[in-house]
């Protein structure tokens, strides 16, 4: 049974950082890969970033390109999401989720196919402070 759960989120200033963090297993299948997502108040949940499994290949958003890094131990089964400069719009809950590669890049590409991911984390606040 594949297991996703995230930690790092907090209350953070406005031009500050933070590491999230999710520890995935219990994979069957090879071609997968996990991803970020967020959803503030009122809006939909948003893929931000993710990384395969097979090439560590990674997606930024353009909402947190450029100022956020995706990067994987595998020894660990540990996924990390380092966001720089953050912004009061970045407040949201952030959620790890995992499944097949497809789903992943399906959800990239059709927003709205998001729920067809099967294995969430539970979510951590992060609330950034002007």
């Known amino acids: 049974e594949v297991q996703v759960v995230e930690s790092g989120g907090g209350l953070v200033q406005a031009g500050g950082s933070l590491r999230l963090s999710c520890v995935a297993s219990?994979?069957?299948?090879?071609?997968?890969?996990i991803g970020w997502f967020r959803q503030a108040p009122g809006k939909e949940r948003e893929m931000i970033s993710f990384?395969?499994?097979?090439?560590?290949?990674?997606y930024y958003a353009d909402s947190v390109k450029g100022r956020s890094i995706i990067s994987s131990d595998a020894a660990k089964n540990t996924v990390y999401l380092k966001m720089d400069s953050l912004k009061s719009e970045d407040t949201a809950v952030y959620y790890c989720?995992?499944?097949?590669?497809?789903?992943?890049?399906?959800?990239?590409?059709?927003?709205?196919?998001?729920?067809?991911?099967?294995?969430w984390g539970q979510g951590t606040q992060v609330t950034v402070s002007s």
């Open positions: 989720a995992a499944d097949q590669l497809a789903r992943m890049i399906e959800s990239v590409m059709v927003p709205t196919s998001a729920h067809r991911i099967r294995y």
């Open positions: 219990g994979f069957t299948f090879d071609d997968y890969g």
């Open positions: 990384i395969s499994s097979l090439d560590g290949s990674t």
